[in-house]
Nanobody, 115 residues
Framework: QVQVVESGGGLVQPGGSLKLSCTTSATTFSVNSMAWYRQAPGKQRELVASITSGGSTNLADSVKGRFTISRDDAKNIAYLQMNSLQFEDTAVYYC?????????WGQGTQVTVSS
């Protein structure tokens, strides 16, 4: 069973930064892409950022210029660097790993932006 584990969430003030990490037990060769989604209370889960095995990235308009996604293939880790955090960024952040045969979700990590 492939495991996906997120870490790095927490409480931060507006304008602050956090860096999330997503570690997977899937092998590098079986992973097509990795992505970060988030879900705020009462809202649908939405795509925040994704990165392919080739390094191509995609960011939601709401986080462009503030968030960066990156990937360490040697360690099978994806990162989400979040800068200039806003109240609206408060949500549970989930990592999604798209492998060859199917996708896998992590359990999520809470990010709270509050003064």
């Amino acid at each position: 069973q492939v495991q996906v584990v997120e870490s790095g969430g927490g409480l931060v003030q507006p304008g602050g930064s956090l860096k999330l990490s997503c570690t997977t037990s899937a092998t590098t060769f079986s992973v097509n892409s990795m992505a970060w989604y988030r879900q705020a209370p009462g809202k649908q889960r939405e795509l925040v950022a994704s990165i392919t095995s080739g390094g191509s990235t995609n960011l939601a308009d709401s986080v462009k210029g503030r968030f960066t996604i990156s990937r360490d293939d040697a360690k099978n880790i994806a990162y989400l660097q979040m800068n200039s955090l806003q109240f609206e960024d408060t949500a549970v952040y989930y990592c999604y790993v798209q492998a060859i045969l199917r996708g896998y979700w992590g359990q999520g990590t809470q990010v709270t932006v509050s003064s």
